[in-house]
């Protein structure tokens, strides 16, 4: 176990270090854009929160949530109640339920509109599918997007991809996601009118390659067959778009080798989150998760002989 952890240490370095210089990036900016102070300003913020990555402009799309017992069924499994409640309240949360945010990341890229995941669209499990208004608010019409990079193939990732009659939801737009995980989703029967329905559109790369220009791939093993995180760089600035890297902004971050039933091969995806997340902290990186408190951005940072989530505000 130590030794594979080493490993994904050093993938994890090797990928990352042709995004940047290595020495800690100056932050993005996260000022929204506008008059703050309106109340038009902050109705429009709750849905669709503006950043910028160096020059590209970024917005945090609402989508929903999802809650979950908290009852060691799914997130920390196996894991003494008392303990987990005790975590929880140690950072003010409830101890009964698990609230999952669902959000997309949206950045224009050199004249391309760049849709990180999609939701969960109207999938049974999640109250979502406020992605496309949540783009409207933003400005941005479903057939603006050009790029959608998925991270996997779960369903509050890729639910948004069709539309309510099992078309493509963004008409002009490539579907990307790596090797591995388009071969998983077209063995999926589950996922067999998804496949079909966007196969014309999907352009599959090589774990670990430059999807677009600005825009790495990072595999985040352990999870899905072809997981991926998103590095997303203009000079020095960096954004590390993490999917399913972790879950929670609590758990998955303090104790990120207690088990979640999400992971494919849990050992692996446990050595994983907590290779990433020291790799996160060390370099103090601009992290998106898709699902941590809205909007999702902030910073991991080493607390005592562990990590925690610093949100930005």
């Not at 303090?254 to 446990?270: H, M, S, V």
Request: proline content about 7%; aromatic content about 4%; hydrophobic content about 45%.
């Amino acid at each position: 176990m130590r030794q594979s952890r080493y490993l994904l240490v050093a993938a994890l370095a090797t990928a990352l270090a042709g995004c940047g210089d290595p020495a800690p990036p100056p932050a993005a900016s996260v000022v929204p854009q506008g008059n703050a102070d309106s109340a038009q300003e902050i109705a429009r913020n709750a849905d669709a929160h503006r950043f910028h990555i160096g020059r590209h402009e970024a917005v945090v799309l609402r989508d929903g949530e999802i809650r979950l017992p908290n009852d060691g069924s799914i997130v920390a499994q196996g894991v003494p109640k008392a303990d987990t409640d005790a975590l929880l309240a140690a950072a003010g949360l409830p101890t009964d339920t698990l609230q999952l945010n669902v959000q997309a990341l949206l950045v224009r890229i050199d004249g391309r509109v760049v849709l990180f995941d999609t939701g969960a669209g109207d999938a049974a499990f999640a109250d979502a599918g406020r992605l496309q208004s949540s783009l409207r608010v933003a400005g941005i019409e479903a057939a603006d997007v050009t790029d959608i990079l998925i991270s996997h193939a779960h369903g509050d990732h890729v639910g948004g991809l069709l539309d309510g009659d099992g078309r493509p939801a963004f008409p002009n737009a490539t579907v990307r996601m790596s090797v591995p995980e388009w071969q998983a989703l077209q063995g999926d029967a589950g996922m067999a009118a998804l496949s079909e329905a966007i196969a014309p559109n999907v352009e599959a790369f090589e774990p670990g390659a430059e999807v677009l220009p600005g825009v790495t791939s990072l595999p985040v093993a352990g999870h899905t067959p072809g997981h991926s995180a998103y590095v997303i760089a203009d000079g020095d600035q960096r954004l590390l778009y993490i999917g399913d890297s972790a879950h929670h902004h609590v758990i998955s971050v303090q104790r990120p080798r207690w088990t979640i039933q999400f992971d494919g091969d849990a050992p692996l995806a446990e050595d994983s989150r907590e290779a990433l997340l020291a790799r996160i902290a060390d370099e103090r990186l601009l992290v998106s998760s898709p699902h941590f408190p809205y909007p999702g951005l902030g910073r991991i940072e080493r607390r005592d002989d562990g990590f925690a989530w610093v949100p930005v505000e």
